[in-house]
């Protein structure tokens, strides 16, 4: 059975229980398994705009239940942070491709690595990075909409 199909109590009970259980792996396996986690999410077409400057808490997120790429990429990121990763290596950017033909919340992980960009895939971000416009990265968010 699912993470996502068990009740909301139980989910932010597992979440906590991942979090714990990642914490004791090595990096690369603990972002390929966030990866693999959030992956499992069911996704809406849209739960939050990317230019609000506040977003809810993870808690509060699991317990909605609503989740679309954005948090995903927010969730990721808080799954890391709360395992005990520095905030200050993890870059949470909503980007659009140069062509256009991409819009979304990525994280880029110490300039190395590329999440939520591509489907249960941690991409190396230098065979990205020239392709992006980024709109806001962290809080920060860019006049260019």
């Given at each position: 059975?699912?993470?996502?199909?068990?009740?909301?109590?139980?989910?932010i009970?597992?979440?906590?229980?991942?979090?714990?259980?990642?914490?004791?792996?090595?990096?690369?396996?603990?972002i390929?398994?966030?990866?693999?986690y959030w992956?499992k999410?069911p996704?809406?077409?849209?739960?939050?705009?990317?230019?609000?400057?506040?977003?809810?808490?993870?808690?509060?997120?699991?317990?909605?239940?609503?989740?679309?790429l954005?948090?995903i990429?927010?969730?990721?990121k808080?799954?890391?942070?709360?395992?005990?990763?520095?905030?200050?290596?993890?870059?949470?950017?909503y980007i659009?491709?140069?062509?256009?033909?991409?819009?979304g919340?990525?994280?880029?992980?110490?300039?190395?690595?590329?999440?939520?960009?591509?489907?249960?895939?941690v991409l190396?971000?230098?065979?990205?990075?020239?392709?992006?416009?980024?709109?806001?990265?962290?809080?920060?968010?860019?006049?260019?909409k």
């Amino acid at each position: 059975m699912s993470v996502f199909q068990l009740s909301k109590r139980e989910q932010i009970l597992k979440w906590r229980e991942f979090r714990l259980e990642i914490s004791k792996m090595n990096e690369i396996d603990q972002i390929n398994s966030v990866v693999n986690y959030w992956s499992k999410a069911p996704t809406i077409t849209f739960a939050i705009d990317w230019f609000e400057r506040q977003f809810p808490t993870p808690w509060e997120i699991i317990n909605e239940g609503y989740y679309d790429l954005n948090y995903i990429a927010f969730l990721m990121k808080e799954t890391l942070t709360n395992s005990g990763w520095d905030e200050s290596r993890i870059k949470m950017c909503y980007i659009k491709t140069k062509e256009n033909d991409y819009e979304g919340m990525v994280l880029i992980i110490d300039n190395k690595y590329l999440l939520n960009y591509s489907y249960m895939e941690v991409l190396n971000y230098d065979d990205y990075k020239d392709t992006f416009r980024f709109l806001r990265i962290d809080n920060e968010i860019s006049g260019d909409k």
